[in-house]
């Protein structure tokens, strides 16, 4: 990812920081197909192509960054990355619960 693309991102997720759970389009969109209703996605312009970037908000109200990356010329992106967005956020769940987090 070159420096101007990883600067453009950082102000993407300075926006979701500053913004929480109230950021909505055209920022941010929720997931469908995925097992958490929670399961959202922002876009980033990265060189004329969005960047996506899959996140959920825990039940204590804080953005966990998933995993992300560039669609384009991709058509089965959503298939691959919604099983592995969902298997991170699944883990991280077990991990606070685990510790005693939730």
Known sequence: ???ADQERLTVSIEI????GPSLGRPHVETVKGSEFPNMKEFRTQAGGDPLRTFF???PRRTAIL???GDKTGDDR???HMIPAAD????MYLQE????GLI
């Open 77 to 79: 992106f959503y298939d």
């Open 16 to 19: 979701l920081e500053s913004r």
């Open 56 to 58: 959920a908000f825990d």
């Open 96 to 99: 606070l619960r685990k510790e």
């Open 66 to 68: 998933l995993i992300g």
């Open 1 to 3: 990812m070159s420096l």
């Open 87 to 90: 298997q991170l956020y699944r």
